[in-house]
């Protein structure tokens, strides 16, 4: 059964791929480097992004968004230097419409081996009135020839609608349809302040594409902001209609609320490829290993909770979970933790916990106590665990080593 198999499966090579070859390839564009440095408190230093950097070529991220070349003089170098080193992936760079922003662009991201600008522009009334302070058919003259700067540079122009979903659908259409005729290869509506809900995102998608008459010359991308908590959901419905490229960042990242998740994007296809039949080319196996990186170097720290890579999401605590996992581990368990780079589930032991985990951590901690033993001593863990909240091996074996002093006297 296909769950059985991707929650199980070993997806050691970042050519592997997820399902059968008649699926459809989704790209994965991270933007941990760029709009996920962009939130308050996560800059990194030039070596901390290459060490980023390394990590995401090497687990098969398609494309790396690897900074803002004209933001800042660090920026543009990081950018060049990542160009320089990278293996695989595409690298691209981010720019406004304007010419000197452009060209800048491509002078750091030309050593690539695949090199790419991504332009973009705001699109709806309230960023075109009060923030670029443009009437839109001014926009629309910019997106032409913004685009066409950028193609004067490099084959792969990527082109963006900022604000895309609270942009005048009429408008949005023709700015997409002159991006694609100016030559841009990848059209992206953002769904910049994480407004959009799914269906709304996922129907955007299937309007733009049939109403703009040179669609198919483009592949389509979502880029989703978690304002509202909805940014993967928003992603996948994006690509339900039709989107092939998917924008997200490492431990979601990035402005305000962050962009969607890599990890939860890319777990969420592996591991319901039967009703998201893609295929990606990530290693799964090297999540954690970004994850914890990213969270190191951007100094910020990942929640508890947090899906995929959060230090509880292989965690159980309560009996009856504990229970079933000691059973079977799909129980309660959707996908193993080896393959997103976790070494194991942990049984935490706590006042949740029940007979069957007492007996397992006992024998894991080398103990093999009889009936009476094991009885007094689990009613006096349930004591301890009752007074103390966090009950550590050290307590346990504490604990045992006490009812066995008793046993003897
Ligand atoms: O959220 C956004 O609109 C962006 C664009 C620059 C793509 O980050
Ligand atoms: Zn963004």
Redesign the pocket.
């Known amino acids: 059964e296909n769950h059985t198999d991707v929650s199980g499966g070993t997806s050691t090579s970042p050519s592997s791929s997820l399902g059968t070859s008649d699926r459809d390839r989704l790209l994965i564009f991270d ?1 941990t480097l ?2 996920g440095e ?1 939130c308050p408190g996560a800059s990194m230093t030039f070596e901390e992004k290459l060490q980023v950097a390394e990590v995401l070529d090497d687990m098969g991220v398609d494309i790396i968004e690897a900074g803002f070349p004209i933001a800042s003089q660090g920026d543009f170098e990081s950018v060049r230097e990542i160009a320089r080193r990278a293996e695989r992936a595409v690298i691209a760079g ?1 720019s406004r419409a304007q010419f000197n922003d452009i060209d800048r662009c491509a002078e750091a991201v030309r050593a690539a081996r695949r090199p790419r600008i ?1 332009t ?1 522009i705001s699109t709806s009334p309230i960023h075109m009135k009060h923030k670029l302070q443009m009437e839109p058919e001014a926009v629309l003259q910019a997106v032409v020839a913004s685009v066409k700067r950028a193609r004067n540079h490099v084959d792969d122009v990527e082109w ?1 609608a ?3 979903t609270r942009t005048e659908f009429e408008f949005l259409c023709r700015c997409v349809e002159a991006a694609i005729g100016a030559g841009a290869t990848t059209i ?1 509506i ?4 994480g407004y959009s809900t799914p269906d709304e995102y996922k129907n955007l998608f299937i309007r733009v594409r049939e109403a703009v008459p040179n669609s198919d010359k483009a592949v389509f991308s979502v ?1 989703c ?1 978690d304002d509202l908590g909805m940014a993967e959901a928003n992603s996948l419905a994006g690509v339900a209609g039709g989107a092939r490229q998917i ?1 997200c960042a490492v431990n979601g990242i ?2 305000r609320a962050g ?1 969607a998740a890599l990890e939860e994007i890319v777990m969420a296809i592996k591991t319901r490829n039967d009703v998201l039949p893609y295929t990606i080319g990530v290693d799964t196996t090297m999540l954690m290993r970004a994850s914890k990186l990213v969270a190191a170097v951007a100094s910020f720290p990942v929640q508890y909770n947090k899906a995929i890579v959060g230090r509880n999401a292989f965690a159980h605590e309560s009996g009856i979970h504990q229970d079933g996992m000691l059973k079977h581990t799909q129980t309660y368990e959707i996908m193993t933790p080896d393959s997103v780079g976790v070494k194991s589930t942990s049984l935490v032991m706590g006042k949740h916990s029940g007979r069957h985990a007492f007996g397992e951590k006992l024998k894991e901690l080398g103990y093999d106590l009889g009936d009476n033993a094991f009885q007094d001593a689990f009613k006096r863990f349930k004591d301890l665990a009752d007074r103390k909240k966090h009950v550590y091996d050290e307590d346990i074996e504490a604990l045992i080593d006490e009812e066995i002093g008793n046993a003897h006297e």
């Open positions: 933007t760029r709009d962009q981010l991504h973009f963006s900022e604000d895309g992206n953002p769904d910049t302040v880029h902001h924008e990035g402005e962009n």
